[in-house]
């Protein structure tokens, strides 16, 4: 049976775990949960993820969904260990993990619809007041991963070496909310847009865009 993914076309989350699949070569089947109607709020969607959110993954076998994005990549990363996205090697896991929670954990919590909702509706705040703020935090993230990376280099085409880590799953998905959100200069983090690029050669980061699901805008 499919793997059962629960998702949204713009969810940054939700394309970190699409690539995963993706890059692992397992099958699964996407259901849209529409953050921007609210869906995510719905009493029957709330009894598969309990927060609210996406993305949420329905695993045949298991008594229960599996939800938050970094701790579904972790279960991905044990049940179908080929290609691995993770290090062996503690010191490396640890670099990979860290660069990762930069943008998982610091960054993007920052910038989701929760968020966005609660700078709008609550504090009331105009469209260009929000559009600096996420723009401001979205790209924090990205200036640390770059300093993060020159004070720690590792050659190679990626975040560490040549093996597309969950790092790069993160840092794509940063990117591209970047992008999203309408910043255009990133001159200060050359390293990280080198990396961007690269991923972005790979059909399964390429695909799995938000642009490119159903009911994306055209």
């Given at each position: 049976m499919a793997l059962q993914l629960y998702g949204f076309w713009r969810s940054l989350a939700a394309y970190r775990v699409r690539a995963a699949l993706k890059l692992k070569g397992l099958p699964f089947v996407e259901h849209s949960v529409n953050l921007l109607a609210g869906e995510q709020h719905d009493p029957a969607y709330l009894k598969i993820n309990p927060q609210g959110a996406v993305p949420a993954l329905v695993v045949d076998g298991l008594s229960r969904p599996l939800f938050q994005s970094m701790a579904i990549l972790d279960y991905l990363?044990?049940?179908?260990?080929?290609?691995?996205?993770?290090?062996?090697?503690?010191?490396?896991?640890?670099?990979?993990?860290?660069?990762?929670?930069?943008?998982?954990?610091?960054?993007?919590?920052?910038?989701?619809?929760?968020?966005?909702?609660?700078?709008?509706?609550?504090?009331?705040?105009?469209?260009?007041?929000?559009?600096?703020?996420?723009?401001?935090?979205?790209?924090?993230?990205?200036?640390?991963?770059?300093?993060?990376?020159?004070?720690?280099?590792?050659?190679?085409?990626?975040?560490?070496?040549?093996?597309?880590?969950?790092?790069?799953?993160?840092?794509?998905?940063?990117?591209?909310?970047?992008?999203?959100?309408?910043?255009?200069?990133?001159?200060?983090?050359?390293?990280?847009?080198?990396?961007?690029?690269?991923?972005m050669k790979l059909d399964a980061l390429q695909s799995s865009l938000p642009q490119n699901q159903p009911g994306a805008p055209k």
């Open positions: 990363d044990h049940a179908h260990p080929t290609p691995a996205l993770m290090p062996a090697d503690p010191v490396d896991r640890s670099r990979v993990l860290a660069l990762a929670h930069l943008c998982a954990s610091d960054g993007h919590p920052l910038v989701v619809p929760r968020v966005r909702n609660y700078l709008q509706n609550t504090l009331q705040l105009d469209e260009a007041t929000r559009n600096t703020w996420l723009q401001h935090f979205t790209m924090q993230a990205l200036l640390a991963y770059e300093r993060a990376l020159s004070l720690d280099p590792r050659p190679g085409a990626y975040s560490h070496g040549d093996q597309v880590t969950v790092a790069d799953l993160c840092l794509a998905s940063q990117v591209v909310g970047a992008k999203l959100f309408g910043c255009t200069d990133f001159s200060g983090t050359p390293q990280v847009m080198s990396i961007f690029n690269a991923l």
